[in-house]
């Protein structure tokens, strides 16, 4: 295997600047890059390719399956995480006593918008505070029971950082016969997901972070028990069994997750989330997570050494990829940091630097510095 030094040359954005923003959208290799131009290339000499460019959702359908270890009719290849939770949303059934869903205050806004939307079909939304910036486990215990239709968590909290103890999450929502969803898209290419060893219904994400490819390609896992059972209102003629079919008396969607699907998928993003997931796959998400927590300990020692406070756990098991650091002004740290050729991001108050296999203990040594010269906009 290439190191990881020899992987960054694959990013040019690192010949000028630090790139450590992957929690918002991945730097961009030569090979996603090459992936847009050849949808060009086959646009010019082939005009319309759909045999082709049908494969290739399947192929996408299969590298999803193998990163989240699925099986590949368990995987929708979707738009979004948006478009994936409405999808899951708009297949929930409240004619049954089962009317609660249980989120948390740890969720991205998109996350807890596709349950509150519910409510105009009878969902009872309940949110799980955080404690130390976590998901209070025990309240998540005490919310969750019999009635509870759906629990609702993120693998890696898009504010904080924070690492949900998914296995934990799934015994006491499966105790309550409860179904669980994980919206792992702060996670997922930087945190190690395996679908049949966490035992969820739903995962959704999408390709544009550290899965480094773009926006226009999400993905949902759905379990396979649970498939024939969803009917999801949210759908398409991608979502019917025979998509060449053409049937406008009926809607028979299909025998697996791509009943979730919806319209003509987006073709040119396929080319390139391929190519971010070939190389995802290529290095291996638990190679990537040993390197970045890594790159990340020595992130936290510098931030405590020139007195910085950390929003995020500072137990490397409680974290994902990406650390945050109090501010008392978010966007004038991004900006000092900008001034320095560095790219980050900020939410909630928090600076955040979410490093990925193509970081190294240079980059963050230069954050660093910055960091001790604003020590001003340190909270
Ligand atoms: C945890 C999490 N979930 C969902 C989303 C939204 O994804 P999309 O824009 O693909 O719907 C984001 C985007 O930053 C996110 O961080």
Request: net charge negative; proline share 3%; aromatic share 8%.
């Amino acid at each position: 295997m290439k190191s990881m030094e020899e992987y960054r040359e694959h990013f040019p954005i690192f010949k000028s600047k630090v790139y450590i923003n992957s929690c918002s959208y991945a730097a961009l290799s030569n090979e996603v890059e090459a992936a847009f131009l050849n949808y060009l290339k086959d646009r010019h000499q082939l005009g319309a390719d759909w045999i082709n460019w049908c494969d290739r959702l399947e192929r996408v359908r299969a590298l999803f399956a193998n990163l989240l270890s699925a099986k590949e009719s368990e995987i929708a290849v979707t738009a979004s995480a948006s478009a994936s939770l409405s999808a899951v949303s708009s297949s929930l059934d409240f004619s049954g006593p089962r009317k609660k869903i249980v989120t948390t205050d740890l969720a991205f806004p998109t996350e807890a918008h596709a349950w509150h939307a519910l409510k105009k079909n009878g969902a009872e939304v309940v949110h799980v505070k955080e404690k130390d910036g976590m998901i209070d486990i025990e309240e998540l215990e005490r919310l969750v029971d019999d009635k509870t239709l759906l629990v609702a968590v993120p693998l890696v909290c898009y504010r904080n950082g924070a690492l949900a103890d998914i296995p934990k999450i799934c015994d006491i929502s499966r105790k309550n016969g409860a179904m669980i969803l994980v919206d792992a898209y702060q996670g997922v290419g930087a945190v190690p997901i395996s679908a049949a060893d966490w035992n969820v219904d739903f995962i959704v994400g999408g390709s544009l972070k550290y899965l480094l490819s773009t926006a226009g390609v999400g993905f949902l896992y759905v379990r396979e028990d649970l498939i024939g059972q969803s009917n999801p209102t949210q759908t398409g003629w991608f979502a019917q069994e025979d998509i060449h079919a053409m049937l406008i008396h009926d809607n028979i969607p299909a025998n697996s997750a791509r009943r979730f699907e919806q319209g003509t998928p987006a073709v040119p993003n396929l080319y390139a989330a391929e190519a971010g997931l070939n190389l995802i796959l290529e290095i291996g998400v638990e190679n990537i997570r040993e390197y970045v927590a890594a790159l990340n300990e020595h992130l936290k020692e510098g931030v405590l050494k020139i007195g910085g406070k950390l929003m995020s756990p500072t137990d490397p098991e409680l974290h994902g990829a990406m650390i945050t650091v109090a501010s008392t002004d978010q966007y004038a740290l991004v900006d000092r940091l900008a001034e320095q050729n560095i790219v980050a991001s900020c939410r909630d108050g928090n600076l955040r630097l979410s490093a990925h296999f193509y970081n190294n203990i240079q980059d963050i040594d230069r954050v660093l510095k910055v960091l001790s010269d604003n020590k001003n906009f340190l909270a």
